[in-house]
């Protein structure tokens, strides 16, 4: 199985900062890799998928970058709404797995 | 508006079954690969199974194959996951989640826990 490590395990900012968060795979994903924001008590919501594709109604502040092995999520402009936890989840290769999380505190 | 709905989560013992549904609204069910994704507070999200929007060919994790079973009725817009054998490490929320690779929808959950 694709191992997915994210880093840091958490994260504290403040309004208007950018952040990036990143995410490794134990083996290339090629560009097969998505992020999603879970709030507390709520199931994931996906913000990126294959790599860079903004998801339909996300907020453009939210980006993502990256190729193979490593890929970053950039929040440009920290809101309050953005405090949550994010998941990478790598595609490429079956079982789809998922990094750890990131907790982002505002 | 896109709406799924899990249910048939709760208690059971070791070695006993559950039957989680999910049933969807808003969207053409029978276009759409469904999964099972659960999660867990010490071993985060973990996709279960994936079925085809036809029916056929369940795909599984190692942790469950054997144990678990994946269904749809495309005409009640449902979809099933009959889990048998459990074991106390399958204790986690359930989801229910749309997509062929990665999850566009998802349903709000369903706890089961595994304990005598």
């Known amino acids: 199985d694709i191992q997915m490590t994210q880093s840091p395990s958490t994260l504290s900012a403040s309004v208007g900062d950018r952040v990036t968060i990143t995410c490794r795979a134990s083996q290339s994903s090629r560009n097969w890799l998505a992020w999603y924001q879970q709030k507390p008590g709520k199931a994931p919501k996906v913000l990126i998928y294959?790599?860079?594709s903004l998801e339909s109604g996300v907020p453009s502040r939210f980006s993502g970058s990256g190729y193979g092995t490593e890929f970053t999520l950039t929040i440009s402009g920290l809101q309050p709404d953005d405090s949550a936890t994010y998941y990478c989840?790598?595609?490429?290769?079956?079982?789809?797995?998922f990094g750890q999380g990131t907790k982002v505190e505002i | 508006e896109v709406q799924l709905v899990e249910s048939g989560g709760g208690l059971a013992q070791p070695g006993g079954s559950l039957r989680l549904s999910c049933t969807a609204s808003g969207f053409t069910f029978d276009n759409f690969e469904m999964n099972w994704i659960r999660q867990t507070p010490g071993q985060g999200l973990e996709w279960v199974s994936n079925i085809s929007s036809s029916g056929s060919s369940p795909l599984y994790a190692d942790s469950v194959k054997g144990r678990f079973t994946t269904s749809r009725d495309n005409a009640k817009n449902s979809l099933f996951l009959q889990m048998n054998n459990l074991r106390a490490e399958d204790t986690a929320i359930y989801y229910c989640?749309?997509?062929?690779?990665?999850?566009?929808?998802w349903g709000q959950g369903t706890l089961v826990i595994v304990s005598s």
């Open positions: 294959q790599a860079s």
């Open positions: 989840q790598q595609y490429n290769t079956f079982p789809w797995t």
């Open positions: 989640a749309t997509g062929a690779t990665y999850f566009q929808k």
